[in-house]
């Protein structure tokens, strides 16, 4: 561990013990965010799809849609910095 990152742990009080840390810079973060936001939503979008096109009960279908719906709502409102409007908005378009 650097003396920049041991400092930076000294001032928190946080004890690293044996662990190895690693900083990654915010430009990585974001892109790695975007990167997760981007694959949960074409899996949420593509797999009710399959399902719904393999399946042929109407509850069975109905539950699909009403578990993504709320699948997207949650993860929406959870990786984005939208507004409680958007997020309704989204789910509902």
Not at 25 to 36: G, N, P, T
Not at 67 to 83: I, R
Request: proline share 1%; hydrophobic share 60%; with cysteine.
């Amino acid at each position: 561990m650097s003396q920049k990152q041991k400092k930076f742990f000294d001032e928190l009080n946080i004890e690293t013990g044996n662990f190895e840390v690693y900083f990654i810079s915010q430009r990585w973060a974001r892109a790695l965010m975007r990167v997760v936001v981007t694959l949960s939503g074409c899996l949420l979008l593509l797999v009710p799809i399959i399902l719904l096109y393999l399946l042929h009960s109407d509850i069975a279908k109905l539950v699909i849609i009403i578990v993504t719906v709320l699948l997207f709502a949650t993860v929406t409102s959870a990786l984005t910095s939208a507004k409680s409007w958007e997020v309704v908005a989204a789910a509902i378009a």
